[in-house]
């Protein structure tokens, strides 16, 4: 079983939808929750970061980490098509241990 | 703002080729990480320097040697290049190994 787990998609959606992006992560110890951006071709960057459970708001962005599950969300309110690009989602368990999912490829139509 | 600059952007090697991938930061960040992307495989870790003067292993290591130049910069090298290798790098830096990573924009390295 993979640390993280992220389902790569492809996710197609029409611009202003709401979008929801999810991980699931195997270990308990893991304190720090990512959401990255990687637009193409470019080097991925970061959007949200938090350590607890709980949701964190940035404009139109939530992140939300619910620890009991090992679950982590990403949600794009009013998605627009500059929100297209693949979204990872990275947990740091410990020292030097930054684990990546596999990143969502999201398509916004507009 | 720089950040995070690596070069080459993109490489085209014959298999036993060597090379080496030069990375360099200008944050004065303590950390720095050599990943590779591979579709459907997200981000692997090749090797990482928490600081200046050390380096370790990470998931992907062989195949690669790292050096740590000083503290902006941090090169991979691929002594013998095999198809395998053949990938998005992406280099990265972090004030400390548990703190954000900024990523620079990756050289794509198709070996032949």
């Known amino acids: 079983q993979k640390e993280v787990e992220q389902d790569p998609g492809p996710l197609s959606v029409p611009e202003g939808a709401i979008v929801s992006l999810n991980c699931t992560y195997s270990n308990s110890a893991f304190q720090y929750f990512m959401w990255y951006r990687q637009y193409s071709r470019k080097g991925p960057e970061l959007l949200m970061y938090?350590?607890?459970?709980g949701n964190k708001e940035d404009g139109r962005f939530t992140a939300q980490v619910d620890k009991s599950s090992k679950y982590i969300s990403l949600f794009i309110r009013d998605s627009q098509p500059s929100d297209s690009a693949t979204y990872l989602c990275a947990i740091i368990q410990g020292a030097q241990k930054l684990v990546f999912g596999q990143g969502t490829r999201l398509t916004i139509n507009p | 703002n720089a950040g995070v600059t690596q070069t080459p952007k993109f490489q085209v090697l014959k298999t036993g080729q060597s090379m080496t991938l030069q990375c360099a930061q200008d944050?004065?960040?303590?950390?720095m990480y050599w990943y590779r992307q591979d579709p459907g495989m997200g981000l692997r870790l090749i090797y990482y320097?928490?600081?200046?003067?050390?380096?370790d292993k990470g998931e992907v290591p062989n195949g690669y040697n790292v050096s740590r130049l000083n503290k902006r910069e941090f090169s991979l090298r691929l002594e013998s290049a095999a198809p395998s290798q053949t990938s998005v790098y992406f280099c990265?830096?972090?004030?400390?190994?548990?703190?954000?990573?900024?990523f620079g924009a990756g050289t794509r390295l198709s070996v032949l």
């Open positions: 320097s928490a600081s200046e003067g050390t380096t």
């Open positions: 944050m004065n960040h303590n950390s």
């Open positions: 938090t350590y607890s459970s």
């Open positions: 990265a830096s972090s004030e400390g190994t548990n703190d954000i990573q900024y």
